[in-house]
């Protein structure tokens, strides 16, 4: 019996169709800017948002990385959530790496971070204190969709304040089908995007950051430094024009089988069902039970990320089925209370 794997979309597994992409794509040496399946995508991908050049990565941690180090110079900040995988998930790069100090700001429940709090955290021109260049945002946050009407106003506060605005949009195709919109019409606030492919998109490795000519320039070269230049990656590439074309569309599928679950787990006892939000689900177990849980639904074949605290996330993704999913609600109702 296979594995459901509800720990992230990160551990997709790429598809014979896809496999085949990679295999048949054309290939050169990238840091010369010679493999024409990563210019592809790169070419793309900044089409497809509104952006004038993309650059390929090798993971979404090291795409926001060279961001906030283009947008910001040494001594400078940004304004950042502190639930934010940007703040919190990233092995404080941009501190260690970019000497770039971050503010940190509570996030609200929508995961927007309020515009009076950013207001007041920007600091003053004086020699006192870091400079304030850049306000970065997560969408989706916690598989939370940022309203579109609180996008236009943080653009218009950063224009107001001289902010670059940047977007971590690892899931931002995720946000843009659960709101039925295009990804651009999300991406048009912001002077850079990072998107991840490796996620609900099921490419196996692969981020893409896009922006202006000059910022991508300068990423480049910031790649570079930090050991992210590959040689024949059209190999990869192709996985992520492969997921562009086909697997967009589906991450519908996706939130409708997380929707589906926390509807399976609403009402058994011994958990508490605490949010579901495009394709995640996240539930609450007491502390003392969390063990339990795990060596059952390890037995069961189902793998959680299950730690120390009570909160426990699942995520959806293209390899978990309906019958994952209903397979899944079985071994929880299996649980013994």
């Given amino acids: 019996m296979d594995w459901i794997d509800l720990r992230s979309d990160t551990v997709t597994l790429p598809s014979p169709a896809m496999r085949e992409a990679m295999a048949r794509a054309e290939v050169g040496d990238d840091v010369y800017g010679e493999d024409p399946t990563v210019n592809a995508?790169?070419?793309r991908l900044a089409g497809d948002l509104?952006?004038?050049?993309g650059l390929f990565v090798p993971s979404g941690t090291q795409s926001n990385l060279l961001a906030l180090m283009s947008h910001c110079q040494r001594g400078d900040e940004y304004i950042v959530g502190m639930d934010a995988h940007t703040y919190k998930y990233e092995g404080g790069g941009a501190a260690v790496l970019g000497s770039i100090q971050p503010q940190p700001l509570p996030q609200a429940a929508d995961g927007t971070l309020p515009l009076d709090a950013i207001e007041r955290a920007i600091?003053?021109?004086?020699a006192h204190y870091a400079r304030t260049r850049l306000l970065c945002l997560e969408n989706?946050?916690?598989g939370r969709a940022l309203p579109q009407a609180y996008l236009a106003q943080a653009r218009a506060l950063c224009d107001r304040r001289g902010l670059a605005l940047h977007l971590d949009g690892a899931r931002l195709f995720n946000a843009a089908v659960s709101q039925g919109v295009e990804a651009r019409t999300i991406a048009q606030h912001f002077d850079s995007?990072?998107?991840c492919l490796s996620k609900g998109l099921g490419a196996p490795v692969g981020s893409v950051l896009v922006g202006t000519q000059a910022l991508i320039d300068k990423a480049r070269r910031l790649r570079k430094m930090a050991g992210g230049g590959m040689r024949q990656a059209g190999i990869l590439a192709a996985a992520g024009l492969y997921a562009l074309d086909y697997n967009v569309a589906r991450l519908a599928d996706d939130h409708a089988r997380a929707a589906r679950l926390a509807e399976g787990l609403r009402d058994l006892p011994g958990l508490q069902v605490?949010?579901?939000h495009t394709n995640m689900v996240f539930i609450d177990v007491p502390t003392e039970r969390l063990q339990a849980l795990k060596a059952h639904m390890d037995a069961?074949?189902?793998r959680l990320s299950i730690g120390y605290t009570p909160a426990i996330r699942m995520v959806?993704?293209?390899d978990v089925d309906n019958a994952g999913v209903r397979r899944a609600v079985d071994a929880f109702q299996a649980f013994p209370r």
């Fill in 123 to 126: 600091k003053p021109d004086d």
């Fill in 41 to 43: 995508l790169q070419q």
């Fill in 50 to 53: 509104g952006f004038k050049a």
């Fill in 316 to 318: 959806l993704h293209m």
């Fill in 274 to 276: 605490t949010a579901q």
């Fill in 300 to 302: 069961a074949r189902v």
């Fill in 140 to 142: 989706t946050w916690h």
């Fill in 193 to 195: 995007v990072s998107v």
